[in-house]
């Protein structure tokens, strides 16, 4: 069974620019789930998709944005990206959201 | 809110030994995890408990919840140099029908000759 994929691996952007990040969940997963890793912070959760609808969202500006497709595939969009936004993304699925995540391999984004 | 610590963040031990690593956190929760990381790779699930008095183990590692004192323990017997890696324990919270895993820092694990 294929486990989460995240594309791209590795983004270079510059600031004021917008990325979208794209992550295709394990098969049968419902829940996609974003996290930002980055060392004075530590992982933060992002958001929450579930059926296509954002269900939870963690606490970061509205610059941040996401949403899920009919298939369960997940994009994420950084939009006027800051130095601070260089980060490791991680997407996580799972069938429902309650069980176990299954993290993806990331991507990272750095700003210049 | 929901906060996670986790102690020590940094250890280094001798191959052979053992430790704890501790994971307390604020509020009631439904589950906790304990994953692993590697550097420059994504997060790795190593134990889910569900109830209190849980206890998992998989070979080396031994994963327990305390629910009422809300504290996790990772422990590790006759640490080999392939443990080395960055454990991290979540718990989940909920809000609004949707779920977040809550992150400790993270304990840096170096095993050493």
């Known amino acids: 069974k294929a486990g989460v994929t995240q594309t791209p691996r590795y983004l270079i952007k510059t600031r004021g620019q917008q990325v979208t990040l794209s992550c295709s969940p394990i098969s049968g997963h419902r829940s996609v789930s974003w996290y930002q890793q980055t060392p004075g912070q530590g992982l933060q959760f992002l958001f929450e998709?579930?059926?296509?609808?954002?269900?939870n969202k963690g606490n970061f500006p509205g610059r941040f944005s996401g949403r899920q497709f009919s298939n369960s595939r997940s994009e994420m969009n950084v939009s006027t990206l800051e130095l601070g936004d260089s980060a490791l993304y991680l997407c996580?699925?799972?069938?429902?959201?309650?069980?176990?995540?299954?993290f993806g391999p990331g991507t990272r984004l750095t700003v210049l | 809110e929901l906060k996670v610590e986790q102690n020590p963040l940094f250890l280094s031990m001798q191959e052979g030994k053992n430790y704890t690593i501790y994971c307390n956190y604020s509020?009631?929760?439904?589950?906790l995890y304990w994953y692993r990381q590697d550097p420059g790779k994504s997060l790795e699930s190593l134990f889910v408990?569900?109830?209190?008095?849980a206890v998992k183990q998989e070979g080396r590692l031994m994963a327990s919840l305390d629910t009422k004192a809300r504290l996790s323990t990772l422990h590790i017997t006759a640490a080999v140099h392939d443990l080395s890696a960055t454990y991290f324990c979540?718990?989940?919270?909920?809000?609004?029908?949707?779920?977040?895993?809550?992150f400790g820092k993270g304990t840096s694990l170096l095993v050493t000759p």
């Open positions: 979540a718990v989940t919270s909920n809000s609004n029908s949707g779920y977040a895993l809550n």
């Open positions: 998709y579930f059926s296509e609808t954002q269900r």
């Open positions: 509020t009631t929760s439904d589950r």
């Open positions: 996580a699925s799972s069938f429902s959201g309650s069980d176990t995540q299954y």
């Open positions: 408990l569900l109830s209190n008095g």
